[in-house]
């Protein structure tokens, strides 16, 4: 088994800055060579695709958060990031982190997907 855990979450106002933390732990587990995403659900809303990123590193976001988030990663850590600035009150949801595999060079969301942590953009 995997296991995700997911950090950083909170309230702030339109406008504000949250960095998520997602470390990745489990038995013969290869971190590095796993692609990375996240997703979101906000209430009365269906889960939709935030960002992914693979093991190689490149990037791809929902259109969405393009220009506003940014994803990375740090393979000593085994621990993905999510960079959210210039938070928008729709931004609201539960954030999940998961691994994932590419088809036809699109990210899709794998079995592991961690318990999810609420951003909460409100004044």
């Known amino acids: 088994q995997v296991q995700l855990v997911e950090s950083g979450g909170g309230l702030v106002q339109p406008g504000g800055s949250l960095r998520l933390s997602c470390a990745a732990s489990?038995?013969?587990?290869?971190?590095?060579?796993?692609?990375m995403g996240w997703h979101r659900q906000a209430p009365g809303k269906q889960r939709e695709y935030v960002a992914a990123?693979?093991?190689?590193?490149?990037?791809n976001y929902a259109d969405s958060v393009k220009g506003r988030f940014t994803i990375s990663r740090d393979n000593v850590k085994n621990t993905v990031y999510l960079q959210m600035n210039s938070l928008k009150p729709e931004d609201t949801a539960v954030y999940y982190c998961?691994?994932?595999?590419?088809?036809?060079?699109?990210?899709?969301?794998?079995?592991?997907w961690g318990q999810g942590i609420q951003v909460t953009v409100s004044s």
């Open positions: 489990g038995t013969f587990f290869s971190f590095s060579a796993n692609h």
């Open positions: 990123i693979t093991s190689s590193e490149k990037t």
């Open positions: 998961n691994t994932g595999y590419m088809t036809d060079n699109t990210y899709v969301a794998g079995r592991y």
